[in-house]
DNA sequence: GACTAAATGAGGTACGTACCTCATGTCAAT
DNA sequence: ATTGACATGAGGTACGTACCTCATTTAGTC
């Protein structure tokens, strides 16, 4: 019944605790067969390596690095928070974590404090960037130092990264249109669709699955060409307001970006307010106020704090080698409404 | 930089290894003042004790229960798929668990099967059971003997229980009713309901917290009384196609507990099947099928590998007498529709 | 069969903590 | 001053694994 240890496979393959050791942490110097024997061995009495004793006996301390852009949106405020908490309790489990912030829309300033990283003092890092050349450089360069990388977020998929911890944004988009569809009904009325830049593949993503939607199931909904606010506050507030003014017909605004300020400045005292269907994605204090004060209908969002934990878990599992539990790593698409909101 | 050891905390407090030992076990024989000399020590350089190496050093196997009931209600079996993949990695963190299973709406064997388990082998419960006096009592004798108690899903508020992992089941019905209201629009027309039990504590909390926001919000919503389905799949087809067949007016349905089967068959082939808004909980096979087949309309529901996971972080960490990170422990009440299924 | 290189074994220490025993210290009551 | 009770110290072993050294065996080559 007991967990069996190093020293059974040692018996059950009548080798010695050395030599399975050596297979364990793949040491040269076993021949083929020997290997072989051991890792049937191991197979057959079920033996699973205690990775907290592993862990004691290597004074194992994995440094993990995080890399964020110091963009204006509060939701990526809201990212730093999540990993500040779970650095706290991350002595538990042997993490060190840093975070990195590089200036938005700088990918020299992100390509730089990347270089600075090196297989010596960081075990794994988590990427949250757009994917430009000179990233997908940086990031192949740190591949090949053999520093494990997930994409956190935003996927960076022509990359070598090793995990992409975040939604399917496709089908966020999908999602938000879906409730925006219904939650409009039969009347219809047009849509102003909100988005941060058209470089962010997220942003895209969701427009575009948004799009699918409306287009099979929503043919009554008029979808307005995108805005690019570019998370700057003054410039949303003008377009939002003058759109508003123009468009009598306009029945629901799509916010895609990471940032609703603005658009929530605007709405909060307009007097088309109790008829406009709002519909935006992350939970921040910002929406979350706009949910709770009925401005806002739903807001479609990932769990940070699963986001950040999870990346982790993978981090550390890419670092060891071992494999990861896809299951528990799939990160929701929430909804949050008024009545579910924490 | 390095983490502290029992060892500086001995050096630092001015007392050899072994006191150091005593005061962090609990042990007798330490003076009042050393222990306070100690915890100060501790205090000011931050140890904290390496769980994993205690856990190691004594050998310690978490023996941990479920019990569950064998309702024919399909969330059930997904519980339980839920606890299977959790036991499959709980080596990892030397948990071992157990499933104990009752006949459904009989608090005898309940009770019986409580009664067999004792603090020796037993480090902690997680139960799913309505809140009867029998139970109550077992669970008083269980808690008399220091074994940890979490209700699972349901809660049992009168009882000592440790802590209640699960959702609040009024906002769960307040999120139903807020999707109900919004879906159905300006039109309104009448909703059914469907219970199991109004026994269950979740299904009357769901009902309440339903009626609580179509009061508020949705005015020109009828809401139906609840009908009793006790679970029995014959009797639920009766009574849904015969008020189909006789209220014209409902445009809804709310299925409150935890089984949708015979509501979604009487629904799959129905002439009413598309102008019907249906709402339902728990993601299963059943209602996962019926979303993606565009027949239910929203499920809120809970995830029940959450549910697991933190059932047993709770029962390790009372089990051990250490505090619980609360927000770590919140379940979400989820929103799941056509476009964020998983 | 002698030589060499590679493979394996034997045995140790260490990680941080738990838990044990035995010796020695302290203090107050007698 | 002696006794006894209690507090504390010293030092050990153990948990399961990693990693080290050195000796010994084995396989392959000539």
Redesign the interface.
């Known amino acids: 019944m007991a ?1 069996p240890t190093v020293n059974d496979v040692a018996r059950a393959a009548g080798v010695s605790l050395a030599t399975v050791d050596r297979v364990l942490n793949a040491r040269a110097g076993v021949r083929e067969k020997t290997v072989e024997r051991v890792n049937a061995a191991i197979e057959q009495i079920g033996y ?1 390596r ?4 592993a ?2 006996a290597r004074q194992r301390l994995y440094q993990m690095v995080f890399v964020l852009p110091d963009a204006p949106a509060l939701f990526v405020d809201t990212l730093r928070d999540a990993i500040a ?1 779970a650095t706290s ?1 991350s ?2 489990d042997r993490t060190e974590v840093r975070i990195i912030t590089f200036p938005n829309g700088n990918p020299h300033a992100l390509v730089k404090s990347l270089r600075a990283l090196n297989a010596d003092d960081t075990d794994g890092v988590a990427i949250f960037a757009p994917e430009t050349p000179h990233v997908r450089d940086a990031i192949a360069r740190l591949k090949s130092d053999g520093v494990p990388i997930v994409a956190l977020v935003s996927d960076l998929p022509n990359t070598e990264r090793d995990h992409f911890v975040g939604i399917d944004n496709i ?2 988009g ?2 938000a ?3 925006m569809g ?2 409009l ?3 219809g009325g047009s849509v102003m669709v909100l988005v941060s830049s058209m470089q962010a593949r997220d942003n895209v993503e969701r427009r575009l ?1 948004f799009d699918q ?1 409306m287009a099979e199931s929503f043919r009554q909904i008029e979808v307005l060409p995108s805005i690019e606010t570019h998370d700057d506050e003054g410039a949303t507030e003008r377009l939002v307001t003058e759109m508003l003014r123009n468009r009598p017909d306009i029945a629901g605004i799509y916010s895609v970006g990471h940032g609703s300020r603005a658009l929530v400045d605007v709405l909060r005292d307009h007097e088309r307010r109790e008829s406009m269907t709002l519909i935006a994605h992350e939970l921040t204090k910002i929406t979350r106020e706009a949910l709770r004060d009925n401005l806002m ?1 739903a807001v ?1 969002s990932q ?1 940070v ?1 699963h986001i950040v934990r999870s990346a982790l878990r993978v981090l550390r599992a890419k670092s060891d080698g071992r494999d990861i ?1 896809h ?2 790593e ?1 990160i ?9 909101l ?1």
Chains 1, 2 share one sequence.
């Open positions: 967990r699973v205690d990775v907290t004793a862990n004691l908490e309790s002595l538990a089908a966020a999908r999602t249109g879906f409730l219904k939650f009904g039969k009347t699955g939607v209908d479609v769990d704090g539990v299951s528990q799939r929701r698409i929430e909804i949050v409404v008024r009545e579910n924490i």
